[in-house]
Nanobody, 117 residues
């Protein structure tokens, strides 16, 4: 099982980006799917989470600006990021709890988001 994230890049403050993360491999089902981020010199933090049923949760710092969604048919999770701020600059990682032979947590390689002021 692999998670492949894409969509990072350089954007000006106030702009938007959309991150995608697709799971592939021997997948029976996917439970929660999450986006984390890690800024330079800081700990990794949970940005947004979505359950298999579509319930969502967000960090206070991104509420009202970021939207997490998923396409279960494509085994893909998205993060729409609007009104980006310089403090959103970080490496963004997707994480998913995937059941193949057993349920376990998988991480994608990070994608860098840089927001210029």
């Amino acid at each position: 099982v692999q998670l492949q994230a894409s969509g990072g890049g350089l954007v000006q403050a106030g702009g938007s980006l959309r991150l995608s993360c697709a799971a592939s491999g021997n997948i029976f089902s996917i439970d929660a799917m999450n986006w984390y981020r890690q800024a330079p010199g800081k700990q990794r933090e949970l940005v947004a989470a979505i359950t298999s049923g579509g319930s969502t949760n967000y960090a206070d710092s991104v509420k009202g600006r970021f939207t997490i969604s998923r396409d279960n048919a494509k085994n893909t999770v998205y993060l729409q990021m609007n009104y980006l701020k310089p403090e959103d600059t970080a490496v963004y990682y997707c994480n998913a709890f995937i059941r193949s032979s057993q349920l376990r947590s998988y991480w994608g390689r990070g994608t860098l988001v840089t927001v210029s002021s």
